[in-house]
Structures are given as structure tokens and as C-alpha cells.
């Protein structure tokens, strides 16, 4: 059947870029090469030091470690593509199918109602017939408040769709709309019915936030008698429909299904965070729409185009591959990016929109396509409800798996549209689907659906299913198709981080690690590389790290030489090594045409992010593997603290984080500090600088890239400098560690 029936014309064509691979792979053969011989050198002089052995072994660890990580790594820079759609060439309306929209939110106060309603605005506003489009919000937290937004947010809707479509308005998240910003106004073609209408428009955009604020209010106020919480609720499903006098008729006005769902939360039973949410969407949406194809959205996550869903069908259309085709993956960009964005809050190097060099996911694309993002990605429903569900299985064990809901059953055999919404009892349904107890002796999350093994669902979920042999596609056009709010200080990043990484490491640390289930799966090496890179992430960075920021400055302090003497061929090696990968990076930043600063912050980050939060999150999944720790989700804030935002704009580090995550950062800036200083005094002393110069460059390179620390401490003033206390505690770890390991080192040379 498949290509049998070639389109006239391509509904997508496929860039592969040339001249990035040829760089990628040059480079590639250089550094291995120098890599190999680094190797070498350490493994053939092992038996033959005279020094302590202890720490050549963890530098040669951590060299070891890093190298594995480029050579991983390679395998998304080894194949870069990027996509073009032409959706003006789609089918005419009447032959697209259904979408989904499921947006989750889980609590009022750190995702603000306004927000996250404009969020559901933007995809009520989505340029595809209204009948075919079916927005569900899942409201983890059980508030009201949201409930009373999604009213609030239909009332307005009632407005905003019409206008939209009449003037065939581009951003249409009001928020960004009315934010002033915006193309929309430029236009010349705008006649001044339009400018009377935005402001009428306006004026209602106005009213809905009053609403939903004085809504909020009221609940502060007389809220305190809560018979639920935000763990411990009922289920509510309820389809949002009303037609208000006074806004526009229903025969007028084509609206999308809108449906609210707070899933059932009790304590006694886990509730698996946004997978959760996302399964019980998947139930609850195949009894009212059950649509072939879901869109997911982070509640931040604005569209800030349109014709997402269109270019997205573009590959779902397609003959030749749209069988195989599981998701369309858009990045995740963000609208409150600064200029000097301290913590890389954008992830340039995943989602960036490159031109030139195309990024990871650009490469991943090349493979069998990007990860799956958690946000901004169309997905098949049958690549997420099938596979474990082959033809022909009894009902039986198809109840195993879905549970025991026969009007759910019955929607995984009709992708057809099963609208159960007219049916009377249909809202009964749907409460059981969306109760706690529903999965209880399922498959859910297990087996099908989304997963619930790793705290990152959606690095897990689109790993299993290209194991199941779907791929996926990346599509970075230069309008962004949605945004969202990104990170603006240093906590949040890394309380974020240490959340990615305690999933990854997950996933490292079961039968699923990649390296392992990837080839059984028959999944090809390159792909399985780029799991293995990206699951490895937090266990070998934070090692060898926190191995090369504290070992060889101890040594330096103790004249103990781990590198290689300056006239020593293999010296120029290691120079090599360390060169290539900075240049490298550098020269990924300036064709991306950003400035020196974008590659500083980013070394920057990655140093503060592997002793930190990479750290943690691999703590935390050794503990949870051992049984000592549920797995938690703490949201990310999307409240912006304005003095915060002042710093994140400026771009100075707002150090008023967790000690927890400061402590490390200043401690190893101190111990650098002390054995730079201590170690040149001694060289001077005793003449050595040739053996010893290695480690001096190093410990130079750590502290001209984290001179913000220091600064922090002793010359900031202001309430982002590192608090007196932090570094008086880094102080004394910093005395422990230097003397505690120089006793070691003293020891463990006098045992050879
Ligand atoms: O119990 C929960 C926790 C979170 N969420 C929602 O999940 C989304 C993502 O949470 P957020 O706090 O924004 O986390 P981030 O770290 O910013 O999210 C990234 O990382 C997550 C995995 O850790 C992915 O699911 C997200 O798509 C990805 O954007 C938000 O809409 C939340 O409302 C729930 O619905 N229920
Ligand atoms: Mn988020």
C-alpha cells in the first residue's frame, strides 16, 4: 500500500545539513583520536607511577567518564536534519481528523489562573475546524478557582474565537495579544473596525481577569472550611457550555469542546504526577471525543501560532511514513528569555532555532526522531494505547491492561468519532475513569499509556515507544509555535534540574537503562547512543566533576603531579583534548550568532548544575531504588518575583537559593582558591612549575569561569550575594576536605 499513491506534491520536505555533519564528523575524528590517545597514556602508565595511585585513578576515572559522554554524545551530532511543512497543500477541512488538547495544571499558586487559562485560550483559538478540536484541562490541584477560570475562560472565549477568526489574528493567547508586542498591530491592512473592536475586546479580556482574580479573593476569604485538598478530592468532570445573554448566539459562534477534570486524588493511593493527569485525560477524553491524535501542553505553555495542529498533520498525512509516524515534537521556547540568560533557562542547546548549525533534537531527528518533550508535541493516540494491546487478544487480558470500563474498551477498538457526550449516564463514566482507584491491578502506566517508572514521563514514555519501532519528528519553524515561561532564578533551576536528573538516572539504573533494553528492542546504535547520553547525564557529570574540581587542586596543593610534564608530547594531547572541546562549543554558540557571554554562561551552568543538581538527582534515585524515598514532583514556579526577574534580565546569579545547592558551589570555589594560591607558592619554592602546570590551568579555567561565586561572597552587597553564613560553612568544609585529604594523600605515598 504505502507509497503506492505519491502525492503530486510533498507535504513536507526533509533538509539534511551537509555542512554541519562534515564539520561534526571532522571534528569528531580529531577528538577521538586525541581521546584515544589520552587513554592510552593513562592505561600504559599505570602500572609504572611512583605517586600516589589513588587519585591518578579518579582523575583517569573522570577522564574516562567524560570521554564515554562526548562519544555518546556524538550520536545526535552525527546526522542533522531539519523540516519544512506546506500545509496549504493538506485536504480540505472536512477530511482532518479530531484533535485533543490536554493541558495539565496541578496548583493556583504557583501556575497562576490567569495563565493557565490563556493557555486554554490560545488552544480553543487553534486554526482548525472547532467541531474537530477538543480542549481538556486537567486540574491536579481539585481548585475550584480553575474551575471557576474555565467558566470564566468560555465566557470570554465566546468573544475572543470570533475576532480571532475574523481578523485572522496570529497570536492569539490574549495575554501575549494584548501584551503589545505583536505583529497583529503592525499590519497595515488593519482597518479601524479592528482597532474598535481589539479595544472593545479589550475592555472584556479586562473583565475575565478581574473575574477570576475577585474569584480568588473570595475563596481566600471564605475558603477555609476546605473539604478538599489539593491531594485529597473527588473526581469532577464537567463539560464547560453556556451561553450568556449577552454575548454573541450559540448558532453564531463555533466553539471547541472544553471539558475541566480533576482526577480523583486520596492519600492512600499514589497519584504519579503529570502521567497521571495525562492518563486519566486519555480515558476520560475517549469517551467524549476520542480523537486519533492528542496534543499535550505544559498549563505555561501558550500557542503562539495557530497552524501548529496544520503543520503538524502535514506529517500525519503523509503516506509514506505517517503508519510509523508515533508524535510531532515542537520545541520549547520561551517568551521571557533574557538576553544574558545566566541559566541557559532557554536549553539553547537542545531547542534553539539554529539556521546554520542545527541542535540535539535536529540531530536526534536524524535518527528515528527527537525525544519525546513532555509539552508542545502531537501524538497518535493508538502509538500510545496500542503495542500492548496486539490484534486479536482476548477481552480478558485487554481488561488487565485498560481496566474494566467496557465504554472505554470499546473507544480503544472505534478510533471513529465515539462521542458519548449527549449520552446521559456519560458523565457517571467518566467520574469512574477519572478515580484513584480505576488503575488499581492495570497496566496503566506500566504498560500502556503514559509511564509512570521515571520522574521525567516524557524522556520514559517516547523512549519505550521508539523502542516499539515509532518514530517521531522535530519541527522548529522560525515563528515559535508555542511558548511558555522560563526559568528565572537559580533555584528554580535547580530544584527543576534535580527532578530531570533523579528521572534519568531512573532510567539508567533499571532494566531499561538504554544501553541495555535499546539493542534488545533492536533499536539501531546511533539512537541508543543518544538515550544512553542523555540518561547517563546525571551519574557521569556529576562524578567526574566533582572529581575534576576538587582532585587535581589537592594534589596541587600537595606538589603531587597528575598530567603530563609541559615537554612531554602527551601534555599537547591533553591540551588538545581540553581546547577542542571548548573551541567546539564556542564556535556551536557564534554560528548560532550569539555572543561570547551565551558560551560562558552555559559552561558556566553545566559545571554548577553537575555538582549540584546531578548530584542530587542521582541521589535520589539510588535512595528510591533502595527503597528510602518516594519519588517526588515539585512544581516548577511560573510566578515571576520582580527583583528576581531585574537580576535574571541584568545577568547577575541570584544566589538566594537552598544552601543546599550554594554550599557546594562556594565550597569548591574556595578550595580552588586555596590550592591555586598554596600550589604556586610551593612551585615557586621548589621549582616545579613544569610537572604542575597542568592542574594550575585547570584550577585557572574553574575560577575565571565562576568568578560570579566569588564575587558573590566577598564583594556583592545586595540580597543575591551568597549569605555570610554559606560561606563561612564552605570555609570549613572546604579546611576538612584540603586537610583531611592532603593526611590521605601523605599516607597513601608513604604505603608505596
Ligand atoms: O503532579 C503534577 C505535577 C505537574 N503537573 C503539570 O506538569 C506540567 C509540567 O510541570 P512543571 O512544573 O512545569 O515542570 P517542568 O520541569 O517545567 O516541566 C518539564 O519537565 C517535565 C518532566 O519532569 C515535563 O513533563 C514537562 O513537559 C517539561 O516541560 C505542568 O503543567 C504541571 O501543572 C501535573 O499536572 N501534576
Ligand atoms: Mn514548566
Redesign the pocket.
Known amino acids: 500500500m504505502e507509497n503506492s499513491l505519491p502525492l503530486p506534491l510533498p507535504l513536507h520536505t526533509c533538509h539534511v545539513h551537509s555542512f554541519s555533519i562534515l564539520v561534526n564528523r571532522s571534528h569528531a575524528l580529531l577528538h577521538f583520536t586525541a581521546l584515544a590517545s589520552l587513554i592510552f597514556y593513562r592505561a600504559s602508565f599505570l602500572f609504572t607511577r611512583t605517586n600516589p595511585i589513588l587519585p591518578w585513578l579518579l582523575v583517569f576515572a573522570a577522564e574516562f567518564l567524560l570521554s564515554l559522554m562526548w562519544t555518546l554524545g556524538q550520536a545526535y551530532r552525527w546526522r542533522l536534519v531539519s523540516r519544512t511543512v506546506y500545509p496549504e497543500r493538506l485536504p480540505s477541512d472536512d477530511k482532518l481528523p479530531g484533535i485533543d488538547v490536554f493541558?495539565?495544571?496541578?496548583?493556583p499558586d504557583?501556575?497562576p489562573t490567569v495563565d493557565?487559562m490563556n493557555t486554554v485560550l490560545s488552544a480553543m483559538a487553534l486554526d482548525y475546524p472547532p467541531e474537530k478540536l477538543h480542549v481538556y484541562l486537567?486540574d491536579?490541584g481539585g481548585s475550584p478557582i480553575t474551575l471557576q477560570g474555565m467558566k470564566e475562560a468560555w465566557r470570554f472565549a465566546l468573544w475572543w474565537l470570533p475576532f480571532c477568526r475574523r481578523y485572522d489574528v496570529k497570536t492569539r493567547c490574549p495575554k501575549a495579544f494584548f501584551g503589545g508586542s505583536d505583529e497583529d498591530l503592525h499590519q497595515d491592512l488593519r482597518s479601524p473596525e479592528f482597532f474598535k473592536e481589539r479595544k472593545n475586546i479589550k475592555e472584556k479580556y479586562e473583565n475575565f481577569k478581574e473575574a477570576i482574580i475577585r474569584a480568588k479573593e473570595d475563596s481566600n476569604l471564605y475558603g477555609n472550611a476546605k473539604s478538599s485538598t489539593p491531594r485529597d478530592h473527588p473526581s469532577v468532570v464537567e463539560v464547560i457550555e453556556e451561553h450568556p445573554e449577552d454575548s454573541p448566539q450559540e448558532n453564531q459562534v463555533k466553539m471547541p469542546l472544553l471539558v475541566y477534570v480533576a482526577r480523583e486524588k486520596r492519600p492512600s493511593h499514589p497519584?504519579?504526577?503529570?502521567?497521571?493527569?495525562?492518563n486519566v485525560l486519555l480515558r476520560v477524553s475517549a469517551l467524549l471525543s476520542n480523537s486519533p491524535y492528542l496534543l499535550?501542553?505544559?498549563?505555561?505553555?501558550y500557542c503562539n501560532d495557530p497552524t501548529s495542529a496544520r503543520q503538524a498533520m502535514c506529517f500525519h498525512f503523509d503516506p509514506t511514513f505517517s503508519s510509523s509516524l508515533g508524535f510531532v515534537q515542537f520545541p520549547?521556547r520561551f517568551h521571557n528569555n533574557s538576553q544574558k540568560d545566566v541559566y541557559d533557562s532557554e536549553i539553547r542547546y537542545i531547542f534553539s532555532f539554529i539556521p546554520l548549525i542545527q541542535m540535539a533534537w535536529n540531530g536526534f531527528d536524524g535518527l528515528r526522531g527527537p525525544i519525546l518533550?513532555?509539552?508542545n508535541f502531537y501524538i497518535k493516540r493508538k502509538a500510545l494505547c496500542s503495542g500492548s494491546r496486539p490484534e486479536g487478544i482476548n477481552l480478558e487480558e485487554v481488561k488487565s491492561t485498560f481496566g474494566p470500563s467496557n465504554e472505554f474498551i470499546k473507544s480503544l477498538q472505534d478510533h471513529k468519532h465515539n462521542l458519548m457526550i449527549n449520552e446521559r449516564n456519560s458523565m457517571e463514566v467518566a467520574k469512574v475513569l477519572a478515580s484513584c482507584a480505576y488503575e488499581d491491578e492495570t497496566k496503566w502506566g506500566e504498560k500502556a499509556c503514559f509511564l509512570y517508572h521515571s520522574?521525567?514521563?516524557?524522556?520514559f514514555t517516547g523512549f519505550t515507544l521508539h523502542c516499539k519501532g515509532w518514530r517521531s519528528v522535530y519541527l522548529n519553524p522560525r515563528r515559535p509555535q508555542f511558548l511558555?515561561t522560563g526559568?528565572t532564578s537559580l533555584n528554580d533551576r535547580l530544584v527543576?534540574g534535580t527532578?530531570?536528573a533523579a528521572?534519568c538516572a531512573e532510567i539508567c539504573f533499571s532494566r531499561f537503562s538504554p544501553l541495555i533494553y535499546g539493542p534488545q528492542q533492536r533499536m539501531s546504535l546511533l539512537q541508543t547512543m543518544g538515550y544512553a547520553e542523555v540518561t547517563f547525564i546525571p551519574l557521569l557529570y556529576s562524578t567526574s566533576v566533582w572529581c575534576f574540581a576538587t582532585i587535581p587542586q589537592l594534589c596541587l596543593l600537595n606538589g603531587i603531579p597528575l598530567y603530563p610534564e609541559v615537554s612531554s608530547p602527551y601534555f599537547s594531547v591533553f591540551l588538545f583534548i581540553f581546547l577542542s572541546a571548548l573551541f567546539k562549543h564556542l564556535y556551536e554558540v557564534l554560528t548560532d550568532g550569539r555572543p561570547i557571554r551565551t558560551w560562558r554562561n552555559e559552561q558556566r551552568i553545566w559545571m554548577i548544575q553537575s555538582v549540584t543538581c546531578q548530584l542530587y538527582g542521582t541521589l535520589d534515585a539510588v535512595m528510591k531504588l533502595l527503597g528510602l524515598r518516594e519519588a517526588s514532583?515539585?512544581?516548577?514556579?511560573?510566578v515571576m518575583d520582580g527583583e528576581q526577574m531585574t537580576r535574571y534580565e541584568k545577568g547577575v546569579i541570584d544566589f538566594q537559593a537552598s544552601t543546599m545547592f550554594v554550599a557546594p558551589l562556594a565550597t569548591i570555589a574556595i578550595v580552588n582558591v586555596a590550592s591555586l594560591v598554596g600550589g604556586i607558592i610551593r612551585m615557586v619554592i621548589v621549582g616545579d612549575w613544569r610537572r604542575m602546570l597542568g592542574q594550575v590551568l585547570l584550577s585557572c579555567y574553574i575560577l575565571v569561569m565562576n568568578y560570579a561565586i566569588i564575587e558573590a561572597m566577598v564583594i556583592r552587597k545586595d540580597k543575591g550575594r551568597i549569605p555570610l553564613n554559606v560561606t563561612l560553612l564552605s570555609v570549613a568544609f572546604s579546611v576538612i576536605f584540603l586537610s583531611f585529604g592532603s593526611i590521605i594523600l601523605i599516607m597513601s605515598e608513604m604505603a608505596f
Open positions: 493541558i495539565c495544571t496541578v496548583d504557583k501556575e493557565v486537567s491536579d497519584h504519579h504526577f503529570k502521567a497521571g493527569a495525562l499535550v501542553l505544559d498549563c505555561d505553555m520549547q518533550s513532555g509539552s520522574l521525567v514521563e516524557d524522556v511558555g526559568i527543576q527532578r530531570w528521572g514532583f515539585m512544581p516548577t514556579n511560573k
